[in-house]
DNA sequence: GCAAAAGTGTTGTGTCTACACCCATGT
DNA sequence: ACATGGGTGTAGACACAACACTTTTGC
């Protein structure tokens, strides 16, 4: 069962590459960044944007710095590790590791790509390389599970929406009907969201102008902790 | 910004271990096995048992043939990824990247260790090396959290128990009062727990006899999948 | 006035906690 | 009988979905 133990210096290390799953809600659906491969394996398909781990920085380090390329950091409202993938046969040519992370843009920014790269939506994904394809969707789970129980909705949302806005960015990335009327009790009964004070005025075919709402934190805070089991009290 | 790209066969890379965070309520505490290194760096201190990650292996089957070694593989209920961890600095020797798994073993196995690793109090942790007492911690607050909307109890539990002595463990798992009453409503409610149809005879103090339970899955599944925002119908 | 859009009132349901009360056994 | 431990009944708090209704605007 246990090997020889071998001197560090010849044991084989295996390649690191860290990739993110970057989510942002493009009209009216939920799309990922992907970028068109320039080389083998895979050339020509569409991956992950990514790329291999330096010396002396951090995995989250390693994978802002991958994205700079992509898209200004600045626009990253929310970037966090998903997991890390280990099968010796994902990369067919070399031995690799690769640690995903879930990134979130709000909907006001269009980020300047490159030409290599592209939004996709995320329901209608082309084949992608490597084991690219079910990372995406574990990166879909997550934001779906952590927009019911955290205050997720702040890295989707532009700094100040309406409440039928708000809806719509929940509608594409929970793949579900959600009705303005109730997003906005949950939300506004769990003090995650907080009214401007200001208002949307109408357009041409009028309607009432909606009240005008932000996210009360900027950082992912988990607003509704424990679902049963809660201590006594 | 973006640095010359260099021959991938010149570029450096780290090493990759696996570790755990094995779980198991004993005598009543939430207990994590832990090993006394055996060299440098932190030589003397506990830590969380692991090690290297070998050629033509998932992490996954890295951390299981480590923990072989320390306690027999069967008796592990459930094991599931963490994070991984890449501080440039979190060993002073060499570069490692660490990837953490949570394992929990059943109250009623007692399994064999070696002489060098023993079972210790997760709320009287002593000095651990590396960074492993925060990842110790976050596979507690992992734990806590999967017990609320899980079945992830089936891992902690003996195969047959009757409530109290599933109560015992709640409490140990949680670090808070769990009544026996309701969390017998929540988890028959949700299908969790299934009766086997015996009862338990009382000991010398007397009491009426309790009704012996079983998980009904073994297999780690959500049990309240949508605190809120559910899907509409 | 009428359509459109936003927002409120209200009802019903399901899930949880808390606590009083009842049940079965040993001494 | 009474102590001990197990189990049930029930009331109240709360959070949520659903939907009818009202408000505010443009035309």
């Known amino acids: 069962m246990s090997r020889k133990p071998r ?4 044991r084989p290390r295996p390649a690191h590459v860290t990739l993110a799953v970057v989510l942002q809600v493009r009209e009216g659906r939920l799309q990922v960044l992907l970028w068109q491969r320039a080389r083998e394996p895979f050339l020509g398909a569409w991956s992950l944007p990514g790329g291999y781990l330096e ?5 989250e380090q390693s994978i802002r710095r991958h994205l700079a390329v992509k898209v200004d950091v600045r626009e990253l409202a929310h970037l966090e590790q998903l997991e890390t993938l280990s099968d010796p046969n994902r990369n067919p040519l070399e031995w690799e590791l690769a640690t995903a992370y879930l990134g979130l843009v ?5 980020p300047a790509v490159p030409e290599d790269t592209t939004w996709h939506t ?3 994904l082309p084949e992608l390389a490597f084991d690219h394809r079910a990372i995406t969707l574990a990166g879909r789970e997550r934001l779906r599970a952590k927009l019911s129980y955290t205050n997720a909705g702040f890295a989707l949302a532009q700094p100040v929406f309406t409440l039928s806005e708000l809806r719509e960015i929940y509608v594409a990335a929970l793949g579900h009907e959600v009705s ?6 949950v939300l506004l009964r769990r003090g995650v969201l907080e009214p401007t004070g200001d208002r ?3 357009g041409r075919s009028g309607g009432r102008p909606a009240a005008l709402y932000r996210f009360r934190a900027r950082r992912l805070e988990i607003t509704d902790q424990f ?3 809660r201590p006594p009290g």
């Open 200 to 202: 949307r005025e109408p």
């Open 7 to 10: 001197p560090e210096s010849t």
């Open 55 to 59: 010396p002396r920085e951090t995995l």
């Open 122 to 124: 995320v329901s209608r």
């Open 180 to 185: 303005a009327t109730n997003l906005q009790r």
């Open 106 to 110: 709000p909907a006001d920014v269009d």
């Open 227 to 229: 679902a049963v089991l």
